[in-house]
């Protein structure tokens, strides 16, 4: 069982990109979070369809029983947790989670649906297997409704930004996928890490097309193995193309299987997580936060980067406004989202990463102008009740 100690402090020369925290603090008691219960309705239209039934028209949306505020396609898949799932329509999302292919829609009533298009010839359970491995992946244990409700006990702006941008879910990855796409995020840009994630996916099996979208599965460290470091540095890797082989060798050799050493880390404390994964090439410490919050059940983990330090300092930490960000300061900053947050510390700073995001930023200051005028008004009431007395 995984031990909860208190979050070390890491000690390092700072990578390229500013390094991923970790602290003494133990997580402040918080009450036990409700699982999502029924998150399926009963099944009453056929799941299977093929990969040339890809308009939007002719899909049958099973509905998942999550609200809007539970699960938000906007404020979840283009946001940087994964590079694998496309925009296949409004409100829509496209994707592979294990061999599945996989449509999902926000409804016209804030549920969501889904829609496998491979089923027919696949192992694996069947409709049932299907369906709970992308349960699995959405997270759908976690209640955002009690997170959110905790947080903004702690914090009266993220209350109101929960308001705005309810639904913002971290999802639960494959760890070996997980880990080989934030190799290529790596002091990089979305479009470009993107077209990398969409090469190394190439190297799958097929399962199909959705709007004009290739799909495959993600390839096995077994066929990852057969790839060079000349292929990939012809594909646009530049030097990550030496870190992700290195990587890949790495976890061969592990003793009982790289894969398996992976999802054992499922089960270590953060300390060890950060630890191992910054063990293998190319991985710092923020791109092993990354690994950890999403895809390893590390949910206090807390990747920083500018943005995540500019968030800090505005809000958490002002008195380092105007600091250069070293890896002490790193550690600083992860303090003060674990002592505001306790241990979903990275459910909140996702967030608030989110809020922070120019497709978000009018909404939310809008949404903030609604807010302060509010409080302004009950502060004018609250003075001109106490002068009548």
């Not at 020369?13 to 008691?29: D, F, G, W």
């Not at 292919?101 to 069947?126: A, I, M, R, T």
């Not at 190799?183 to 097309?209: A, K, Q």
């Amino acid at each position: 069982m995984k031990r909860r100690r208190s979050i070390p402090i890491l000690s390092s020369t700072p990578p390229s990109t500013p390094p991923t925290p970790q602290t003494h603090l133990k997580t402040p008691n918080q009450k036990p979070l409700k699982t999502i219960s029924n998150p399926i309705r009963s099944l009453t239209q056929t799941l299977k369809s093929t990969p040339s039934q890809n308009s939007s028209k002719t899909l049958n949306w099973v509905p998942l029983n999550l609200g809007k505020s539970e699960l938000s396609l906007p404020l979840t898949f283009p946001t940087g947790q994964t590079f694998r799932w496309k925009q296949t329509g409004p409100l829509q999302f496209t994707g592979v989670v294990k061999s599945y292919l996989v449509s999902l829609k926000q409804l016209n009533d804030g549920d969501v649906g889904y829609c496998f298009h491979n089923l027919e010839g696949l192992s694996g359970g069947g409709d049932d297997g299907a369906r709970l491995a992308l349960l699995d992946f959405l997270n759908v244990g976690i209640c955002l409704g009690d997170l959110w409700e905790g947080f903004g006990v702690a914090d009266e702006r993220f209350k109101m930004l929960a308001s705005c941008l309810g639904g913002a879910r971290v999802l639960r990855q494959d760890p070996f996928e997980c880990l080989i796409q934030f190799l290529c995020s790596s002091n990089n840009n979305i479009g470009r890490i993107t077209r990398m994630v969409d090469y190394i996916s190439s190297l799958g099996g097929f399962l199909g097309e959705v709007e004009g979208f290739e799909f495959h599965e993600f390839p096995s460290l077994e066929r990852l193995v057969d790839v060079s470091e000349e292929q990939l540095r012809a594909a646009g890797f530049g030097y990550r193309a030496k870190y992700m082989t290195g990587t890949v060798k790495a976890l061969v050799c592990k003793a009982g299987g790289g894969i398996e050493w992976l999802y054992s880390l499922r089960d270590s404390d953060l300390e060890e997580v950060i630890k191992a994964l910054s063990s293998l090439p190319g991985v710092g410490p923020k791109v092993a936060a990354c690994i950890a919050l999403f895809s390893l059940d590390q949910y206090h983990a807390i990747p920083v980067d500018t943005h995540v330090w500019q968030i800090a300092t505005r809000y958490l930490l002002p008195e380092l406004a105007g600091a250069r960000l070293t890896s002490k300061l790193c550690n600083r900053v992860a303090e003060a989202f674990v002592l505001r947050y306790g241990k979903y510390a990275g459910w909140a700073q996702t967030l608030l990463f989110i809020a922070e995001l120019p497709s978000q930023k009018a909404l939310i200051q809008s949404q903030l102008q609604l807010w302060n005028d509010k409080g302004t008004r009950l502060e004018k009431d609250d003075n001109t009740i106490s002068g009548g007395n």
